[in-house]
């Protein structure tokens, strides 16, 4: 059966810009447990008590200790079905943009371009005092524990956007155009409660866009959506894929 109707393929056909907008829930399928899910929890502790500038002031050891057990996850996992359907799509098409709240690297592995990773990325640390960025296994900083910068030997941080803490500015910048320019916004595998990746959805469909959502569950963006498809995105992209482009392989 048809997923979508004659009038959002011939939307999604023509578009000059389509915005991709993913959350953990993508990488689910890849063996990365979403926050909220189940194995969300790491030693009891929630996210939302580790992932905070006050938890990494008061003891920067455990914060690295779960960034280290969760970096290996990710290094273990692999890109899955969704992933490397939006990277066909934007080697398709340059007016193709990837916005995610993943930090998990996954996306740029399955050959995603132009991919603006707003929390950051797993992979990489920053220096608490002369803000120099480094990758943490590519500069051999993979030792499990506290991690200091090779300039100053200051404290080393998760270069992570946490609970709290400000959004880059020109990603932000870049990620509000997108939105607004685009026809088609694809909200996939995200509860949507952090509000400035729900509301730069909500920005897309304001401006006209029609929203289709991937999602086993209901977020606070269902209602605004076009389309809500209850399932895996590892299996509904792949058929909207092939919908919108019969008989053309994913690469
Ligand atoms: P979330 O944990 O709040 O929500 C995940 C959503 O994905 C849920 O709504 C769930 O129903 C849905 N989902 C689960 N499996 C799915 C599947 N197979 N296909 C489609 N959807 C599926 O995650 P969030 O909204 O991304 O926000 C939480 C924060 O957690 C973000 O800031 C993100 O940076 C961070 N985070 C990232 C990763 C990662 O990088 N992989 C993992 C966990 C958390
Ligand atoms: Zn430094």
């Known amino acids: ?47 939302e008590d580790l992932a905070t500038t006050s938890a990494f002031q008061k003891d920067p050891n455990l914060v690295w200790e779960w960034y280290d057990w969760r970096r290996g996850i990710c290094q273990n996992a692999k890109p899955n079905a969704g992933h490397l359907t939006i990277a066909s799509w934007q080697k398709k098409s340059k007016s193709v943009s990837l916005i995610t709240q993943n930090v998990d690297g996954l996306h740029p592995r399955a050959g995603s371009h132009s991919l603006i990773e707003l929390h950051g990325n797993i992979f990489k640390a920053r220096c ?23 300039l100053c030997e200051s404290l080393l941080r998760p270069d992570i956007v946490w609970f709290g803490e400000e959004y880059n500015q020109t990603l932000l910048t870049k990620s509000w155009e997108y939105c607004k320019q685009s026809q088609v916004v694809f909200v996939i595998g995200t509860s949507a409660n952090v509000s400035v990746p729900a509301n730069l959805a909500q920005t897309a469909v304001r401006n006209g866009a029609i929203g289709i959502e991937i999602n086993p569950e209901e977020t606070n963006l269902t209602a605004s959506m076009k389309h809500h498809f209850d399932g895996k995105s590892g299996e509904i992209l792949p058929k909207i894929w092939n919908e919108v482009f019969p008989n053309e392989p994913i690469k």
Do not use: Q
């Open 1 to 47: 059966m048809d997923l979508l109707p004659k009038d959002s393929l011939e939307i999604i056909r023509n578009a000059d810009r389509i915005v991709f907008l993913t959350g953990a829930g993508i990488s689910n399928e890849s063996g990365i447990p979403t926050f909220r899910g189940e194995g969300g929890l790491w030693k009891n502790f929630r996210a």
């Open 128 to 150: 608490t005092k002369c803000s120099e960025k480094f990758h943490i296994i590519d500069d051999g900083l993979d030792k499990p524990g506290l991690k200091y910068c090779k």
